[in-house]
């Protein structure tokens, strides 16, 4: 993965020269070179975050699942699956994991998944 800052003028140089065929002191394409790199790097940067986000999203979902599993019936929670799944919004599941460990039935937890859709 690219990083702001680890690619020095004399790399971009160097590539500069390997793309254009040309001797090493040719810069003339070193701003393209440079658009390319941070165009690169922040769509890596994007991707990388998105996937961050939903790698957090599955974590709660799967705590939110068993917890609920413990507490309550096991066969009961996997019908919630489904629902849970459809929810993609971190601050929700943060709170729907909290009311997870503090409810006192399954009952109340899938009213306030309800609440949720």
Do not use: H, W
């Not at 690219?2 to 040719?26: H, Y």
């Not at 019908?79 to 943060?94: S, Y």
């Amino acid at each position: 993965m690219l990083q702001p800052g680890l690619i020095g003028p004399n790399t971009l140089k160097g590539v500069c020269s390997v793309l254009r065929g040309r001797g090493s002191g040719d810069t003339s394409s070193l701003p393209d070179i440079v658009t390319i790199i941070s165009e690169a790097t922040m769509y890596e940067s994007s991707v990388a975050q998105y996937f961050a986000e939903k790698g957090i999203e599955q974590g709660i979902r799967e705590s939110i699942q068993e917890v609920l599993e413990l507490r309550f019936q096991p066969e009961a929670v996997r019908r919630l699956a489904a629902r849970l799944g459809a929810i993609n919004d971190v601050q929700r599941l943060k709170q729907l994991f909290r009311a997870a460990i503090q409810v006192p039935s399954l009952e109340v937890f899938m009213n306030l998944l309800d609440e949720a859709e």
